[in-house]
Nanobody, 122 residues
Framework: QLEFVESGGGLVQPGGSLRLSCAASGFALNSYTIGWFRQAPGKEREGVSC????????DYADSVKGRFTISRDNAKNTVYLQMYSLKPEDTAVYYCAAVRWRTDCAGAMDSWGKGTLVTVSS
């Protein structure tokens, strides 16, 4: 069973930065396509970023392009989401999720983490 733990969330002022981590156990992250998703209060979950299992393809929501970067450290079996220039509208619970045998995050994902809360506020 896939297990991962998200961390790195917290309270940050507008314009600040955070790095979220998605640490996996029991499987090799580089065998799966990993996505970061978020859900703000009262809103539907949305895709934020996706990293294909090959590492060759990354994808970002228009709202975060140029501000967020997804990356993977195979040695640590961890995927990161580096977030810069944070805005209040980035406030949400952020989840990582994994899927196998696909290189995109557009469809259903196989497994989900429990999420980490990011609050952007002054």
């Amino acid at each position: 069973q896939l297990e991962f733990v998200e961390s790195g969330g917290g309270l940050v002022q507008p314009g600040g930065s955070l790095r979220l981590s998605c640490a996996a156990s029991g499987f090799a992250l580089n065998s799966y396509t990993i996505g970061w998703f978020r859900q703000a209060p009262g809103k539907e979950r949305e895709g934020v970023s996706c990293l294909s299992w090959t590492g060759a393809t990354t994808d970002y929501a228009d709202s975060v392009k140029g501000r967020f970067t997804i990356s993977r450290d195979n040695a640590k079996n961890t995927v990161y989401l580096q977030m810069y220039s944070l805005k209040p509208e980035d406030t949400a619970v952020y989840y990582c999720a994994a899927v196998r045998w696909r290189t995109d995050c557009a469809g259903a994902m196989d497994s989900w983490g429990k999420g980490t809360l990011v609050t952007v506020s002054s």
